[in-house]
């Protein structure tokens, strides 16, 4: 086998222009694969990350006693959450029809029938505590991150910018920017070593840095409060429930940090990412079942906390009928999976299409690079017909003939695949950063394109060796 690839090197170093299209070929063949596949990946995690943050994954998680929906005055409770009187919307004024009206009433009716009667309330309710924090992050499946938040005004030591002497001082964990989806205008997050130690260290967003601030850069500004001198790290982006309201500025410090400053130990809210939209009720329903065994809450008192997903609780800003609402919420399941997992379903389907459009492209590439090499090697054969009869009179056998064609091809077309390779990747880079195109690289792709490369090397290279194998020798030595 060495010796067939030494002879295989040595003829194409003595074909070096057609050796050098043909490599030129099957480069650009493989090239476009790699290409192909780096802008497919990239796409589809692009769309993943898209449908997570558009899907409703948030769970909220705050303490107190609510009066859910059912409970009417006999203490009759449904299982759909949340407050909306009776007969608080028309239905008709909204527009629904008098059929839809009367199908969620007979919904919500057969949901109250269900849930079980929960008449006593826990006073006061308990807060949320480290407890709460570790059973969500340990004990529920499916939790992808879980995180606490502590928030309070707070007198600061001195005045800052023109006039501003309170600040809303807005503690959080390091998990917490994900949670939120907090984009970094400036400078970086806390680091964990400062959530540890609770440093004096805080982020500020856009609006607020401009009023503290204007006309300066916020990085390096201090602020002093709790004895204490902040310095601002980063700025992240505005929200919109910040963006509307800048009376009273709000600042983003450590959680450890905030509980020392407003002499708390309790969180005033925990939200909680799942893994997939499809997890989030699943998620919710867990997190009640086990906060109320952890909470010790007899089976006759009503919870103490209240859990709210995305879904839920977007539904009533939707202007949709309270009756409606309570049926969607009691069957949340079907309306998240509908909702939800058709658009990941559809925008899944749509990349896999583009994907799949682009790898035909890619196939008619290594095609062509294919027929290069099959075109060479034929080519090789016609101009060697006297040295294979030569070989075949001093005793080479036809296994031995048609082996080092063989090797010739797939040399020749492994060479070009590894040239590919570079090429693929060079392209990746360009469309990344030049076009700012979303691209990923997977070592199983690069090993796929060699492979498939020598493949393609092997079945166009098959005809030309099998030809020359069958030559006779006497009439090869006579060809000129």
């Known amino acids: 086998m060495l010796l067939n690839l030494q002879m295989a090197l040595k003829s194409l170093l003595q074909n070096r222009l057609q050796a050098m299209l043909t490599l030129c070929g099957m480069s650009i063949g493989v090239a476009m694969v790699v290409l192909v596949s780096g802008l497919g990946l990239g796409a589809q995690i692009q769309i993943e990350a898209q449908i997570e943050s558009a899907g409703p994954t948030l769970i909220t998680l705050t303490s107190g006693n609510f009066r859910p929906i059912g409970i009417s005055s006999s203490g009759e409770q449904d299982s759909s959450g949340g407050e909306v009187s009776e007969g608080a919307v028309d239905g008709a004024e909204l527009g629904y029809s008098t059929a839809l009206q009367e199908n969620a009433a007979v919904m919500e009716a057969r949901a109250r029938a269900q849930a079980p009667r929960k008449t006593v309330v826990r006073s006061p309710a308990l807060p949320l505590r480290r407890e709460e924090l570790s059973l969500l992050q340990n004990n529920i499946e499916d939790v992808r991150i879980a995180a606490g938040t502590l928030s309070g005004n707070i007198t600061l030591d001195a005045i800052v910018g023109k006039s501003t002497r309170i600040a809303r001082v807005a503690g959080h964990q390091l998990g917490w920017p994900d949670i939120e989806g907090w984009k970094l205008v400036s400078g970086r997050f806390l680091s964990a070593r400062e959530h540890a130690n609770a440093a004096a260290a805080m982020l500020v967003s856009e609006s607020t840095a401009s009023r503290l601030w204007p006309q300066l850069s916020p990085l390096e500004q201090t602020m002093q409060l709790s004895g204490k001198t902040l310095k601002v790290i980063g700025v992240i982006a505005d929200s919109d429930a910040e963006s509307s309201s800048v009376v009273v500025p709000t600042i983003y410090v450590p959680l450890t940090f905030a509980q020392q400053a407003l002499a708390k130990d309790s969180f005033d809210e925990i939200k909680v990412r799942t893994t997939s939209v499809a997890k989030t009720t699943a998620v919710a329903t867990a997190m009640k079942e086990q906060l109320r065994i952890l909470r010790a809450l007899p089976d006759d008192t009503l919870d103490d906390f209240r859990i709210e997903t995305q879904s839920v609780s977007a539904l009533p800003s939707l202007g949709t009928d309270p009756r409606l609402a309570r049926a969607v919420h009691s069957n949340v399941v079907e309306f998240e999976q509908a909702a939800w997992e058709e658009m990941a379903l559809s925008l899944r389907q749509a990349g896999r299409t583009f994907t799949l459009l682009l790898s035909a492209a890619a196939a008619v590439s290594l095609l062509v690079g294919g027929i290069g090499v099959m075109n060479i090697m034929l080519v090789s054969v016609a101009a060697r017909t006297r040295e294979i009869g030569l070989r075949m009179a001093m005793g080479a056998r036809v296994n031995d003939v048609m082996t ?40 199983t792709m690069l090993v796929i394109a060699i492979i498939m490369a020598a493949a393609t090397g092997m079945i166009f290279g098959y005809g030309p060796a099998k030809r020359a ?11 000129e």
């Open 469 to 479: 194998a069958n030559l006779d020798p006497v009439v090869a030595l006579k060809s």
């Open 404 to 443: 080092q064609f063989m090797v010739e091809a797939v040399t020749l077309a492994a060479l070009g695949g590894l040239i590919g390779l570079l090429l693929g990747y060079m392209g990746l880079l360009g469309a990344e950063y030049g076009f700012n195109w979303a691209t990923a690289i997977s070592p």
